[in-house]
């Protein structure tokens, strides 16, 4: 996948396959990937695909992942839309986290996500590297040309 030239940016190399080497302003993917960057946070996304989760429900739910960077990812995701924080009334002072209209959106992302880890995870004969280094899924072979793959 290539994204749209929009200038070389300063100090970055050539490219001799003419591949541009930043991503384009604005293009969908990257906006996509910037929504979920980080460790952990499609895994707070999948939480909270499930109902709103305050703090102490988001970490007990996900018991490896430090206090810390929990605030951090969930500071992330509303600073990104993805996610609203909702005060609880009551004392002791509370909040609870859900998906906006955004964030549910990413629901069958995180699903295809995981149908393309379960289909090619650890099938490395399923594999090929392309000129980036890079393991891409090899297409299935026809039966004329020697057999096919499931």
Not at 6 to 25: M, Q, S
Not at 48 to 55: D, E, H, K, S, V
Not at 61 to 72: E, G, I, N, Q, R
Not at 77 to 106: F, I, M, N, Q, S
């Amino acid at each position: 996948m290539t994204h749209p030239t929009v200038g070389h940016a300063p100090g970055l190399p050539d490219d001799p396959r003419a591949r541009v080497t930043a991503p384009a302003p604005g293009c969908p993917v990257e906006l996509a990937l910037d929504a979920l960057r980080g460790r952990w946070t499609t895994l707070v996304v999948r939480e909270l695909l499930a109902g709103p989760r305050t703090f102490s429900q988001l970490s007990a739910a996900l018991p490896t992942l430090s206090d810390k960077v929990l605030a951090d990812r969930l500071r992330h995701l509303t600073e990104a839309a993805v996610l609203d924080r909702d005060r609880v009334p009551g004392w002791p002072p509370r909040v609870c986290y859900r998906l906006t209209k955004r964030g549910r959106g990413l629901g069958p992302v995180l699903q295809a996500l995981w149908d393309w880890g379960a289909r090619y995870a650890g099938d490395h004969d399923a594999e090929e590297t392309t000129g980036t280094g890079l393991a891409v899924p090899r297409p299935a072979r026809s039966a004329a040309a020697g057999g096919s793959r499931p």
